[in-house]
């Protein structure tokens, strides 16, 4: 189960530049993580919105909790209790990458999940 748990945590979603649309990909891993929720019903998701550094304070908050939402809400659509699910955005105060450049920006668009037991 740990590693399993591991791998749920561990797999973020991304997002292109200024957006909260699910890409194809972002979609494939969201219903992995749904069959995953149905196999461990006692589990709760806390799902994170991440932005870059790029924007207002306050925009990417709004942005990170967009992001957070549309996977809040791609999960909700697969069956999972609302219950289950909590969102919040940290905008751009939790980056994974550094630096000013394309690579960075793309590693802190993300939605991060952490399971709550």
Known sequence: ?????SMFENDDI??????IRLTPGAQEI?????????KNP??????????DDRGT??????L??????????????????????TSISYGEERPIATGQNEEAWARNRR???????
């Not at 006692?42 to 932005?51: D, L, Q």
């Not at 304070?57 to 709004?62: C, G, I, Q, R, S």
């Not at 809040?72 to 699910?85: C, M, V, Y």
């Open 57 to 62: 304070n306050e925009y990417n908050l709004a």
């Open 64 to 85: 990170g909790d967009g992001r957070a939402q549309s996977a809040h809400a791609f999960l909700a659509d697969l069956g999972i209790k609302e219950s289950r699910l």
């Open 42 to 51: 006692g589990a709760r998701v806390t799902i994170e919105g991440h932005c």
């Open 14 to 19: 991304y997002f292109e530049f200024d957006s």
């Open 30 to 38: 969201l219903t992995q993580k749904a069959a995953w929720l149905r």
């Open 1 to 5: 189960m740990e590693s399993e748990r």
């Open 111 to 117: 939605a991060h999940f952490v399971i709550e037991e």
